[in-house]
Structure formats: C-alpha cells, structure tokens
C-alpha cells in the first residue's frame, strides 16, 4: 500500500507542476504585446515554410526524373505532336 501511495503523490505532483507550468505559459501569453505576437506568428510561418520547402524541392526533382525516364517513343511523339500544331499554338 506505501508503494502506490508514493505513486499516487508523484502523479499528484507532477499534475501540480504541469499546472503551474501551464499557468506560466498562459500568464507569459497576456505580458506579450501585439508586436510580439505579431513577431511570433511571423517566426512560426516560416519555420512551417521552411519545413514545406524541401518537400516541394524534391516533388519538382521527381518530375524532372520521370521526365528523363519516359521512353524515347514518348519524348518523340510529344516533339512530333508540338511540331505539327506549328509555332502558333
């Protein structure tokens, strides 16, 4: 019975502390101005941008790849299909 009761106060003392610790956080919040909160929205839009970024840079390298790839039927039946449409089209 000592052991859960030792248990039990740690899990009572560790919800104290990660209220207190989200009390901080919400008091932090509200100390901010708008222009800090207007810096934070900044920072975290690119930091997401950033993170999007070498997605979107290996997308466009698979495209290029498969491009390279197609069989050289394909790469001349779409010259001859640009060809034939003539330079106005």
């Not at 740690?10 to 207007?38: G, S, V, Y």
């Not at 997401?48 to 498969?66: D, E, F, M, Y």
Request: no cysteine; aromatic share 4%; glycine share 2%.
């Amino acid at each position: 019975m000592l052991a859960s009761k030792s248990e039990l106060e740690r899990a009572m003392d560790r919800r104290k502390w990660q209220q207190k610790q989200e009390e901080r956080e919400r008091e932090e919040e509200e100390a901010k101005t708008d222009f800090q909160k207007m810096l934070e929205e900044r920072k975290a839009r690119e930091e997401k941008h950033q993170q999007q970024l070498p997605h979107q840079q290996q997308s466009q390298q698979q495209g290029i790849r498969n491009k390279q790839q197609q069989p050289e039927f394909l790469k001349i039946h779409a010259q001859l299909k640009h060809t034939a449409a003539g330079p106005d089209n």
